[in-house]
């Protein structure tokens, strides 16, 4: 079983840039695909990006060009940098294991997420 935790998450302005780092503990990360989600308040948990055991990645249309997944196997992480960041409501991404695709309940293991705010 692995275990998840985000990181890098925080206050930026539009047209900004964040890291976010998933740290795997328990299993090597490369085990496993890796997915990004996020949900703001009040809405529904939607998919970002995912990544697959064979580097495949997939970003979701609204992230395309902007967002990009790595893999940093010696320090058992994935990543997800994110550019030109548009002012939206506050929302927290999580990074999931085991699963594939845009389904939420696909997935069997979260993190507790980390907070990313963008302002105007």
């Known amino acids: 079983e692995v275990q998840l935790v985000e990181s890098g998450g925080g206050l930026v302005q539009t047209g900004g840039s964040l890291k976010l780092s998933c740290v795997a503990s328990?299993?090597?990360?490369?085990?496993?695909?890796i997915g990004w989600f996020r949900q703001a308040p009040g809405k529904e948990r939607e998919p970002v990006s995912y990544?697959?055991?064979?580097?495949?990645?997939i970003y979701d249309d609204s992230v395309e060009g902007r967002f990009t997944m790595t893999r940093h196997t010696a320090k058992n992480t994935v990543h997800l940098e994110m550019n030109s960041l548009k002012p939206e409501n506050p929302a927290v991404y999580y990074c999931?294991?085991?699963?594939?695709?845009?389904?939420?309940?696909?997935?069997?293991?979260w993190g507790q997420g980390t907070l990313v705010t963008v302002s105007s």
């Open positions: 999931a294991a085991d699963g594939w695709g845009p389904l939420v309940t696909v997935w069997e293991f």
């Open positions: 328990g299993s090597p990360i490369d085990d496993y695909a």
């Open positions: 990544i697959s055991v064979s580097y495949s990645i």
